[in-house]
């Protein structure tokens, strides 16, 4: 716990000294050289501690660890955290662990572990069985884990990254399985990796004794570093932001091939994008209905672009809001009348304002913004969680939005009551960082909750993929009681 709370004072006076004119990053952004020094302080302090990573045997079979009177615990069989102690205890609500790998099995042997990042999922079918994958993000690399039977992973290869110089800030999304990677790695680019050919060429190779090093099946050197990446599934495009190109804007390249995947189109008129998502809007605005809309998070706004025609992308709306600090993330809720969003500094800067007016004493702030005219979308409400810690990636699946929120873990909210203006209420949570409190860059980075039929899963049950900083790989079980 020291080493967390020394963290934390030199987490703030960093921000006090250091201004914002420091050339961090590359790509000129303001907002970016406040945030990524921070992020690279508490890192360097972690590393120094040795708890980053935070090496532990692998819970990679056996039963599901289950959350019982608030806590859970996993076993440590080969004593690397504590002589004396063989499990580690974890609070929780609803949310059982299947399974956890950490960054130390996470790679091929010998390797040097690293810390992880990003996270998404997939499902590939290879001779009739369908294949249940996680890919997560490290600082060196990426790496493919078969989650098919959730309490018994397997890691099916590791695919480096193209430099040298191991980095935190790597990102992965999927479409029609294949993965595209980027990172803020100098001259990274995109790789792209074929999920199918992964699959099939581990489970026909007979020497499973060694973790695989995997190749890219293409890479995209038109541009350099980037921060993320964007999939809109239904039009096949990605959205590279906060590259080393477009001033920092969207980057789109057209992944219909692929193997030939090209840029062709930039729009930067509102400067650097941090996240996105964008989609075939479906929403209650029936002026852009069956268009391609960009719900861009771009440091102190909430920009909207229709994308629909590539060499005429159109700025609907900009829109800021009391309190900012970093505006970070957001995800459109199902009926695409709402949005919720993170804002990832005004916990630590201890603006967390409610809407009218009141602070909040820098509590966990989930701002929700009425979307329901594209030209005129305001910030309608906010959930104000009970503890205080930063909140990173957020996505929505049908009624339920489930938030990495670094020191606070895994959170689960049902979103049903959002729609017709009311507040979340919190139904489950996992914290994967019990050492970590209050508002530092540690625990959790982001949750993947889209697997639609996960032979281990049942009814109000979901199988979330969640990335731990320091640890590495959770698989989860999260039961799903609707709020009372």
Known sequence: MRVFVLAAVLVALVALVEGRGQTFNPHESLGMNKVMPLKEVEYQICVLSGKCPTLRSAKMSGDASICENGVLELEDPEDLLSEEDDDEVFPCSNVDVQSFVPVNKLTDEGRTPRDASDIWGDVVEVDGQK???????LMHGTSVVDVTDSTEPVVLGFLPAPGMVPIIWHDVKVDNHFAFIVSEQPGHGMQVLDLTRVVTEYYEDDDDDDVPVLSADFWLDSFGSSHNIVINEETDFAYVVGASNCDGGLYVVDISDPLKSNFVACYSDDGYTHDAQVVVYDGPDQKYKGKEIAFNYNEDTLTIVDVTDKSNMVLLSRTSYQGHQYTHQGWLTADSSRLLMNDELDEQYGTTFDNSGNMQGGRTRTLIWNVEDLENPYWENSFIHENTSIDHNLYINNDFAYLANYCSGLRILDVAAVASGGLPKEVAYFDACPECAGT?????????????????QE?????VLLSSIERGLFVVKVHLPRAK
């Open 440 to 456: 530092l860059f540690n625990g959790v980075w982001s949750s993947y909750p889209y697997f639609t039929d996960h032979p281990d």
């Open 459 to 463: 009814a109000d049950e979901q199988i």
């Open 131 to 137: 294949h249940y994958l996680s890919i997560i993000n």
